[in-house]
C-alpha cells in the first residue's frame, strides 16, 4: 500500500496557540482522508481531499493537500481541549482501500 | 442510528482456543473491513471485503480469516489465536468506490483482545 509519514508523532499545544501536522508520501496520491481517534474511541472521518492544492476548512480545521499530491496537512488553530486525541492521515487507494499513517497524538495543556 | 457494531468489545482468551468477533452494518455498505491497532503501529488492514462473497487480504492477513455471507455482517475469525493478536481491533465500512472517488468509512468501537 501506499506509505505515508505523519510529523510529528507527538504535539503538546498549549490551550488556545495553533499547531499544524503533516503527512508526507514519496509518491503522488490519488487523495486522502483525516481521521480523528479520542483517547479510548475509535476513528470519526474527518475529511477527504482529492484535488491538488485543494484546501477544506471545519472552523478551526484547515486541511490542505499540496500542489504535487504528495502532502497534506492539518492546521488546528486556537487549540481547545476538545481537540486531544490523535490525527490520522490515511491515503485512499484503488477498492477504498486506506493506508494509516502513524498518527498525530495531540495532547493540549490548559 | 446508522453505526457499527462490534461484539465482543473486551476479550481475554488462551492460546489456540478458536474465536470469533463479529461484525454488523446498517448502512447498507458494500465495503467492510477489519484493523488492528498496535502503539506505535497505527491502524494495519487485515482483510476487507468488496461485497457479498468477495474478501481479500489486507496488509496482515497471517493468522486470521472472514467471510461475508450477508452484506451487514463480516465476522473475524482467529482460528487459534496466539499472544502476539493481543491488540485492538476495529471494524469498518463504506460505500462502494466509485469512478475512482472513495468513501468514508465508519468504523465500530473496537474489541480489545489479550491472548495469553
Given at each position: 500500500g501506499?506509505?505515508?509519514?505523519q510529523i510529528p508523532q507527538y504535539?503538546?499545544?498549549q490551550e488556545?496557540?495553533?499547531f499544524t501536522t503533516y503527512c508526507n508520501s514519496s509518491t503522488t496520491l490519488s487523495n486522502i482522508q483525516w481521521y480523528k481517534q479520542r483517547p479510548g474511541g475509535h476513528p470519526v472521518f474527518?475529511?477527504?481531499l482529492v484535488k491538488s492544492g485543494e484546501v477544506k476548512k471545519q472552523k478551526r480545521l484547515t486541511f490542505q493537500f499540496g500542489e504535487a499530491k504528495k502532502n497534506s496537512s492539518l492546521h488546528i488553530t486556537a487549540t481547545q481541549t476538545t481537540d486531544v486525541g490523535t490525527y490520522f492521515c490515511a491515503p485512499a487507494a484503488a477498492g477504498n482501500k486506506l493506508t494509516f499513517g502513524g498518527g498525530t497524538r495531540v495532547l493540549v495543556k490548559p | 442510528e446508522a453505526q457499527v457494531t462490534q461484539n465482543p468489545r473486551y476479550l481475554i482468551t488462551v492460546t489456540g482456543k478458536k474465536l470469533t468477533v463479529t461484525c454488523s452494518q446498517n448502512m447498507n455498505h458494500e465495503y467492510m473491513s477489519w484493523y488492528r491497532q498496535d502503539p506505535g503501529l497505527g491502524l494495519r488492514q487485515i482483510y476487507y471485503s468488496m461485497n457479498v462473497e468477495v474478501t481479500d487480504k489486507g496488509d496482515v492477513p497471517e493468522g486470521?480469516?472472514?467471510s461475508r455471507k450477508e452484506k451487514r455482517n463480516f465476522p473475524l475469525i482467529l482460528e487459534s489465536p496466539s499472544p502476539n493478536q493481543t491488540s485492538l481491533y476495529f471494524c469498518a465500512s463504506s460505500l462502494r468506490e466509485l469512478a475512482g472517488v472513495s468513501y468514508e468509512q465508519y468504523f465500530g468501537p473496537g474489541t480489545r483482545l489479550t491472548v495469553t
Open positions: 501506499q506509505q505515508v509519514m504535539q503538546h499545544v488556545g496557540e495553533d474527518l475529511i477527504q | 486470521y480469516k472472514v
